[in-house]
């Protein structure tokens, strides 16, 4: 059974830090591309962060890219998302995906989804 399980969510101020992990079990790891989406309060699902099986390659949504970085330990089955200046439209719960190989931006190529961790940034 597939299990991803999102830790490291909070209460914090604008232009603070959150390292958010995604702990992955059940599954092959280092073949499967991650992801990060969020989802605000009444509005749909977005794309944040992948990262491919590799490590090798990233691919980030301009709102996040410069403040947020995404990294994987494929010994620990971890994905992390470290998150600076943190700004109160980041607010959400943010999700972790795994996709078998290859995935870009869509959550429909995602096979497997955390329950996620809520992020509030007040200003």
């Known amino acids: 059974q597939v299990q991803l399980v999102e830790s490291g969510g909070g209460l914090v101020q604008a232009g603070g830090s959150l390292r958010l992990s995604c702990a992955a079990s059940?599954?092959?790891?280092?073949?499967?591309?991650m992801g990060w989406f969020r989802q605000a309060l009444g509005k749909e699902r977005e794309f944040v962060v992948s990262?491919?099986?590799?490590?090798?390659?990233?691919n980030y949504a301009s709102s996040v890219k410069g403040r947020f970085t995404i990294s994987r330990d494929n010994a620990k089955n971890t994905v992390y998302l470290q998150m600076n200046s943190l700004k109160p439209e980041d607010t959400a719960t943010y999700y972790c995906?795994?996709?078998?190989?290859?995935?870009?931006?869509?959550?429909?190529?995602?096979?497997?989804w955390g329950q996620g961790t809520q992020v509030t940034v007040s200003s």
């Open positions: 995906a795994a996709a078998f190989g290859l995935a870009g931006s869509k959550s429909r190529a995602y096979d497997y």
């Open positions: 059940g599954l092959t790891f280092s073949r499967y591309t």
């Open positions: 990262i491919n099986w590799s490590a090798g390659t990233t």
